[in-house]
């Protein structure tokens, strides 16, 4: 089976994250084990997802890793033209959800895989499947701590999220957080003797955009990518029963997705001391005023150095000439941290068509991922690899 064929075989798996992807992760378990490749399946904790790690290659010494993710975000508000879970093809484009965000680079992978079975490769190729990517990089870290206890650790990771088949060294670390804000609650004719917690949390919301007003101006910048400094985003707030009950509580989920020179965990200390602040001067109103800040979730940047001997070996895949950075989040960020294993983020396709509806990827782009991969094979055929960087 070529690329494409193996893509419209994924599309038909909707694997949206909040259900299960081990349909798609059988028939990744039996197409490879129909050409002799063993999968290792390493399921969550409730039994309705897993990760897959297959060796192609000797066993004994570390290999190069074809890293994607499964999971796809929700078709639903969305106005498709085409069918989301089918693969349809028009003029030289590939229509389906997950086709760029990142089923395009799994099928190159496991065509790649299966190419791989039928050749003696002196350095292996390690295919690596996750799951829930898309709410957070949740998944992988299960596959990851397996990794950590194996004998090799891979020698390279390429995380075949979309850019262009351009070879990125970094993207930005997140870290996800929800402020509870407490008021007290009370009549609306008699709003002034209660303490509306929406009012904290626009109150706290100011704070946000001041910060990200002083990063803006006197942050750290890296002009690799294209918003240069570390961002501050609020994307929720839930609050309110009725219109002439005065709230209390609000709830604001917020994010800090920081360069590589930025740490997020002082810029979140420095918003809980505003925080506090504007606590302590509503707690005049009502001593129970309050605003509590939890991190709901974190995960890692990417800045692999752009000289080093991991990146100079995927530009001569490609035949790249230069690198950049991504916009949004990979798991490559955990591979590079957790494991010590040089990342770099290159595949087919465009986030700019990702998470919309009439997803696609291009056949042209599934080509050029394709050609990558039959280089790595011929090198992994050639050569036994010890990267040093």
């Known amino acids: 089976m070529d690329s494409i064929q193996i893509l419209e075989r994924l599309i038909a798996f909707p694997t949206v994250s909040r259900d299960s992807n081990l349909d798609l992760i059988a028939y990744v378990t039996d197409l490879l084990a129909a050409h002799g490749i063993i999968c290792q399946i390493i399921r969550s904790p409730d039994g309705h997802k897993a990760n897959l790690f297959a060796t192609i290659g000797p066993t004994d010494a570390p290999g190069i890793m074809l890293s994607g993710h499964t999971d796809v975000v929700p078709v639903e508000g969305q106005n498709w033209t085409l069918p989301a879970f089918e693969m349809s093809e028009r003029d030289g484009k590939l229509y389906g959800r997950g086709t760029a965000?990142?089923?395009?680079?799994?099928?190159?992978?496991?065509?790649?895989?299966?190419?791989?079975?039928?050749?003696?490769?002196?350095?292996?190729?390690h295919l690596a499947l996750s799951y829930d990517e898309e709410i957070g990089c949740i998944?992988?870290?299960?596959?990851?701590?397996?990794?950590?206890?194996a004998p090799q650790r891979p020698l390279l990771c390429i995380v075949g999220e979309p850019t262009g088949m351009q070879v990125a060294t970094g993207h930005k670390g997140k870290?996800?957080?929800?402020?509870?804000?407490?008021?007290?609650?009370?009549?609306?004719?008699?709003?002034?003797?209660a303490l509306n917690a929406i009012h904290l949390g626009c109150d706290f919301v100011s704070a946000l955009r001041r910060e990200q007003d002083r990063l803006a101006r006197d942050g750290t910048r890296d002009g690799d990518y294209d918003i240069p400094y570390t961002t501050v985003h609020v994307g929720r707030m839930n609050a309110g029963v009725a219109l002439n009950i005065v709230p209390n509580l609000c709830q604001l989920d917020f994010e800090i997705?920081?360069?590589?020179a930025d740490n997020p965990q002082e810029i979140l200390d420095g918003l809980r001391k505003e925080a506090s602040r504007i606590a302590a001067e509503a707690s005049a109103i009502a001593p129970e005023a309050a605003i509590d800040i939890d991190?709901?979730?974190?995960?890692?940047?990417?800045?692999?150095?752009?000289?080093?001997?991991?990146?100079?070996?995927?530009?001569?895949?490609?035949?790249?000439?230069?690198?950049?950075?991504?916009?949004?989040?990979?798991e490559g960020g955990l591979f590079s941290r957790d494991l010590g294993t040089p990342t770099v983020v290159c595949g087919p396709g465009s986030m700019a068509q990702g998470h919309k509806p009439d997803e696609f990827v291009?056949?042209?782009?599934?080509?050029?991922?394709?050609?990558?991969?039959?280089?790595l094979l011929e090198q992994l055929s050639d050569h036994q690899f010890k990267l040093r960087d």
């Open 175 to 193: 870290l996800a957080a929800r402020a509870i804000c407490r008021g007290r609650e009370g009549h609306s004719a008699l709003a002034p003797l």
């Open 257 to 260: 997705r920081n360069v590589a």
């Open 139 to 149: 998944g992988v870290h299960s596959l990851i701590d397996m990794l950590a206890t």
């Open 295 to 330: 991190i709901t979730n974190t995960y890692p940047g990417l800045d692999t150095p752009a000289n080093s001997q991991a990146v100079a070996f995927v530009k001569s895949l490609t035949g790249a000439n230069n690198t950049i950075k991504v916009a949004f989040g990979t």
């Open 101 to 125: 965000d990142m089923k395009g680079f799994v099928a190159c992978a496991l065509a790649a895989c299966l190419k791989a079975s039928k050749m003696t490769l002196r350095t292996p190729l």
């Open 362 to 375: 291009s056949a042209e782009q599934m080509r050029r991922c394709d050609d990558m991969l039959e280089k």
